[in-house]
C-alpha cells in the first residue's frame, strides 16, 4: 500500500492506494506517508481532493475498493457513495435504505469504520433531525465539510 499526505482545510489527510485503486484515507498523517504523490493513482486522488476542498469538484471518478467489512457495512458504506453532494441523511434513513430499519446505531459504528472517509462520504449522515452527532476525524471536520458542500451546491444551484 502507499500512502501519500496531503495539507487539506481539515489538516492533513493521507491516501492510500494498492495500486488499481484507492483503499484507504486518514485523518492526519500516515507514518509512511510520502508527501510527493508517486504514483498515478495517488496523484488522481490529490488532484481529485484538492478540486473537492476547492469546491470545483462534487463527485469523485478515482477508483475505490474496500476489501473488507461486514456484509451490513459494505451495504452501509455503497449506501453513502448513493448520497447527493450537497445533502445528508439520517443514521435512521440510512438503516431503512439497506434494509433493517432498527440499525440505526449499527449504521454509526459502520460510518466509524468507513476506511475512505470524504471519498466514500460518512460526513453526509447525522443524526435525527439533522443533528450532528460523531463523526471519526472530529465534529468540526464534519461541519467543514458540510458546509463546504451545502455552500457549493447552493452556488451552483443559483448561478
Not at 499526505?5 to 494498492?18: H, K, M, Q, R, T
Not at 488499481?20 to 493513482?41: I, K, M, W, Y
Not at 462520504?121 to 471519526?136: M, N, T
Request: charged share 20%.
Amino acid at each position: 500500500m502507499r500512502w501519500t499526505v496531503l495539507d487539506s482545510p481539515i489538516g492533513e489527510f493521507s491516501v492510500a492506494n494498492d495500486g488499481a485503486s484507492v483503499c484507504g484515507t486518514h485523518f492526519g498523517r500516515v507514518e509512511a506517508a510520502v508527501d510527493e504523490p508517486d504514483h498515478a493513482l495517488s496523484r488522481q486522488a490529490i488532484a481529485e481532493l484538492r478540486a473537492y476542498f476547492s469546491g470545483d469538484l462534487t463527485g469523485f471518478t478515482v477508483p475505490v475498493s474496500i476489501p473488507r467489512g461486514s456484509e451490513f457495512e459494505r451495504a452501509v458504506w455503497r449506501e453513502m457513495t448513493r448520497i447527493p453532494y450537497g445533502e445528508t441523511l439520517t443514521y435512521g434513513e440510512v438503516a431503512r435504505r439497506v434494509g433493517d430499519a432498527g440499525a440505526a446505531r449499527a449504521v454509526g459504528v459502520a460510518c466509524n469504520r468507513n476506511p475512505i472517509p470524504v471519498i466514500v462520504p460518512c460526513h453526509r449522515i447525522v443524526g435525527a433531525g439533522g443533528r450532528l452527532v460523531g463523526f471519526g476525524g472530529g465534529l468540526p471536520r464534519k461541519v467543514h465539510l458540510l458546509e463546504l458542500e451545502a455552500r457549493v451546491a447552493l452556488q451552483r444551484a443559483w448561478s
